[in-house]
């Protein structure tokens, strides 16, 4: 079976620091990790995705996300924080070796405060 | 379309009811998912259909749940005798199949707001 947790209900930062958003999963094989996000009533997007190679993925708006198969985590992160980033992020795992199922944590709230 | 799209955008219903939801995923998209997203809940998946191959419908909590894609388009998902609990958003995403279809990208539709009395 496959999982993800994201441990933080809300991630509070000021506008213009760095902030993370951190993500842990569980696949039995090798794994394909997405970021996606959700602004206020506005449909899920996607932001990034790792699929094999650098461990370093960069996406839309500034975001970056780091593959770290031995802590088996792909945090969120951002140098700096704007307003417009508030939103709800979802990580999501798909095991390479078991079939498209896409499953995704509980999400994580994030507040950028001026 | 251009996206996907989803209806009816809000519904409510008493509880008991039946209630279809509706998802016209991008054209040429092969893979259609329905989602389920309640407070505090994140998305729980629900079923997964890929082109012509038998749907993955683990996800699906009862079996007054029951979802079908006519003609590999357009998917409906239906709700028997509704629950309290059934209340939530329902949403509806497709990716095309082509390459590593494991690494394609879900579009995701606006969601149906469901809300049962």
């Known amino acids: 079976a496959q999982s993800v947790a994201q441990p933080e209900d809300q991630v509070n930062v000021a506008e213009g620091n760095p902030l993370t958003v951190k993500c842990t999963y569980s696949v039995s094989g090798n794994p394909y990790l997405f970021w996606y996000v959700q602004y206020p009533n506005r449909g899920l997007q996607f932001l990034l995705k790792y699929i094999t190679g650098d461990n370093l993925v960069k996406g839309s708006y500034g975001f970056e996300a780091e593959f770290n198969k031995s802590q088996t985590s792909f945090h969120l992160k951002k140098p700096s924080a704007l307003v417009s980033d508030s939103a709800l992020y979802f990580c999501?795992?798909?095991?390479?070796?078991?079939?498209?199922?896409?499953?995704f944590g509980t999400g994580t709230q994030l507040k950028v405060e001026l | 379309g251009a996206g996907v799209s989803q209806s009816p955008s809000n519904k409510v219903t008493e509880k008991g009811k039946d209630v279809e939801l509706r998802c016209d995923p991008i054209?040429?998209?092969?893979?259609l998912y329905w989602y389920r997203q309640s407070l505090g809940q994140g998305l729980e998946f629900l079923i997964y259909?890929?082109?012509?191959?038998?749907?993955?419908k683990s996800g699906l909590p009862s079996d007054r749940f029951s979802a079908e894609r006519t003609g590999g388009s357009v998917s409906t998902l239906t709700i028997q005798r509704t629950q309290q609990e059934d209340s939530a958003v329902y949403l509806c995403a497709s990716s095309s199949s082509s390459g590593g279809a494991g690494a394609n990208v879900l579009t995701f539709g606006a969601g149906s707001r469901l809300t049962v009395l």
């Open positions: 999501a795992v798909r095991d390479r070796g078991g079939g498209n199922k896409l499953t």
């Open positions: 259909f890929q082109g012509n191959s038998a749907p993955d």
């Open positions: 054209s040429g998209h092969t893979a």
